[in-house]
Structure formats: structure tokens, C-alpha cells
């Protein structure tokens, strides 16, 4: 599905669309279509990034336990490139621009699933960026990837807020530790 596609499923399940033929969308269903498109691509992206993915490292684990439960931890991968040719490409590309707009050529990560797929190995100084995506990492724990999906969908600043929390909360106590 093109990211044309997919703009025009979600303004219609808003309620503000008709699609490219002129024909009326309903937004209930312009919306399922739209939150199982999303959860299909980011099952799948995970699909293809559990091969390369590994476990956290040891360090990346005790840094983070205290932040999450041990299931999460345990359950999470690390991969390191980019999530293509699936929908999670369009939040890569999105990404690059909003960072190279900012002036932070530090780097991105899609999640996907239980696998954190990073533009590059983080640092050992960068664990609250890792915290940032494990926190999505308990959301599709919790949720589903529908759930996930959906939500991301409709509240994008939600999901997102709760990551920037958890990565404030872990940034904190490093600092507070003497590690940053």
C-alpha cells in the first residue's frame, strides 16, 4: 500500500476524504483497513528482523531493569538498520528528516514488535534512547500489534510521550549515577 494509500485511509477514518475515484470511504472501515495495514507491515518487519537481532547486552539490561519488568528485558531484540520495504520505512524516512531538520545526525529507531531496529549500535552513554524504545517495546506487549497499531494511529503524541517519559526517567538516573 502506497503512503498515498494509506494518508487518504486515515484522513477518511477521520472523516475528511473520498477516495481517489471519488467514491465516499466509510471511516470505520477506512480505519480497520488502515490499523491492520500498519499492524501487518510492522508484524512483518519484525519477522525480518529477528534474524539478525540479538538479546541486550548485559549492560543495556542492568541499566534498564529498573524501569521495566524482567519479561520485557528478556524479550527484546537489538538490530541495527533500517526497516524496509515495509510501512515502518515511511516512520524511517519521517524520522531522518525531522532529525536533519533539527540538526541531530544522532540517529533513529523504528520498533517493531519486541525488536528495536537502530540506524546504528547506540552508545553506552545513549541507554535512554534504548530506554525510549523498549518502552514501545511493553506497549506492543501489552496491546497487540492491532492494539499498537491503533493507537499509534490514532494518538501518535500518546505512544510517543509515554517513550519520551521512560527516556527522561532513564536519563535522570544516569545522570544521577555520574554515568552521563
Known amino acids: 500500500m502506497t503512503a498515498f494509500a494509506i494518508a487518504t485511509l486515515l484522513a477518511a477514518a477521520q472523516g475528511q476524504a473520498q477516495s481517489g475515484t ?17 499492524a501487518d507491515a510492522l508484524r512483518d518487519a519484525e519477522q525480518q528482523h529477528l534474524r539478525t537481532a540479538a538479546p541486550l547486552s548485559a549492560p543495556m539490561r542492568e541499566a534498564l531493569s529498573p524501569f521495566f519488568p524482567a519479561r520485557i528485558v528478556d524479550r527484546a531484540r537489538i538490530a541495527v538498520g533500517d526497516v524496509e520495504p515495509t510501512l515502518p520505512a515511511l516512520i524511517n524516512a519521517v524520522a531522518r528528516e525531522i532529525l536533519r531538520a533539527e540538526g541531530d545526525p544522532s540517529g533513529h529507531a523504528v520498533t517493531v514488535g519486541r525488536v528495536m531496529v537502530f540506524s546504528r549500535m547506540p552508545r553506552a552513554d545513549e541507554i535512554d534512547w534504548v530506554g525510549h524504545e523498549l518502552e514501545h517495546v511493553e506497549q506492543y506487549d501489552a496491546l497487540g500489534f492491532e492494539g499498537f497499531s491503533e493507537r499509534y494511529l490514532a494518538h501518535p503524541e500518546e505512544v510517543e510521550n509515554e517513550a519520551r517519559s521512560v527516556e527522561l526517567r532513564v536519563r535522570e538516573r544516569m545522570r544521577a549515577q555520574g554515568d552521563r
Open 22 to 38: 471519488g467514491i465516499a470511504i466509510d471511516p470505520e472501515q477506512a480505519r480497520r483497513l488502515a490499523v491492520q495495514t500498519l
